[in-house]
């Protein structure tokens, strides 16, 4: 069984930057594609972005050039970089995994999701 553990989340101000970490507990860490999704208060959760076993990324039209995912197998940790924050970044982010080489929903593991909140 994989356990998800995100962590980074906080209140930002708009304009700032943070990160997220999410910590993958199995073994076979880089055998999986991961994500990051969000989820604002009223609306549906949403991908914001995807990385392959090998590390090809892709993003939501909506956070591009803003948001970079990236990976560390050698921690078994997936990281997304957002800067840039705007108030509508407001959200609880998680992180999913799958065990694939590339991402396809839906999810095999969810983490317990992370808040941010964008002060404006």
């Known amino acids: 069984q994989v356990q998800l553990g995100e962590s980074g989340g906080g209140v930002v101000q708009a304009g700032g930057s943070l990160r997220l970490s999410c910590a993958h507990s199995g073994r076979a860490f880089s055998n999986y594609a991961m994500a990051w999704y969000r989820q604002a208060p009223g609306k549906q959760r949403e991908l914001v972005a995807t990385?392959?076993?090998?590390?090809?990324?892709n993003y939501d039209d909506s956070v591009k050039g803003r948001f970079t995912i990236s990976r560390d197998n050698a921690k078994n940790t997936v990281y997304l970089q957002i800067n840039s924050l705007k108030p509508d970044d407001t959200a609880v982010y998680f992180c999913a995994a799958k065990y694939s080489s590339f991402w396809y929903s839906p999810a095999d593991y969810w983490g317990q999701g992370a808040q941010v909140t964008v002060s404006s």
């Open positions: 990385i392959s076993r090998g590390g090809s990324t």
